[in-house]
């Protein structure tokens, strides 16, 4: 029996064999989970984009809501400042145009109370219920 090459295996210790001098030493395992323990391949989720979308709308409502405010607030000012001007005289003859939108005017003439007429049944906010009282007016300079 011809004895073994010592290029192929050096022993190192008794129980420890060192691969390094083989020509194509094994590749280390990695061991692989049973098929039981593998988890199944995630389906696409088709919400994803919507967590986007959402949070974006809602900021952008936000931006518009405040947008809304300070519309509202500017209105609200311009109309209680009117409120407290001194009233217009109204004369047949004026255009009255946006200038004079919810604004006082004061007219000059007479009641025609015998074409008087109740608009109702109207009620007040301590549930008693009446009818509003319109009466024509004839102006003075006709």
């Not at 389906?43 to 931006?63: D, G, Q, R, S």
């Not at 009233?87 to 047949?92: G, T």
Request: charged share 20%.
């Amino acid at each position: 029996m011809p004895p073994l090459p010592t290029t192929s295996l050096r022993v190192l210790h008794r129980a420890t064999l060192h691969y390094s001098t083989l020509p194509n030493p094994p590749k280390p395992t990695t061991l692989t989970p049973p098929t039981y323990l593998k988890t199944p391949p995630r389906p696409p989720k088709p919400l994803t984009p919507l967590l986007y979308i959402f949070p974006l709308t809602a900021f952008t409502l936000f931006l518009w809501q405040l947008q809304r405010l300070k519309q509202k607030q500017t209105l609200i000012e311009k109309l209680e400042s009117s409120l407290y001007d001194d009233p217009i005289l109204y004369d047949s003859k004026q255009i009255i145009g946006d200038e004079c939108a919810n604004r006082r005017i004061m007219v000059r003439g007479r009641y025609l109370h015998s074409k008087k007429m109740k608009v109702g049944p109207r009620s007040i906010e301590t549930g008693i219920v009446g009818s509003d009282v319109v009466t024509p007016m004839v102006l003075e300079d006709g």
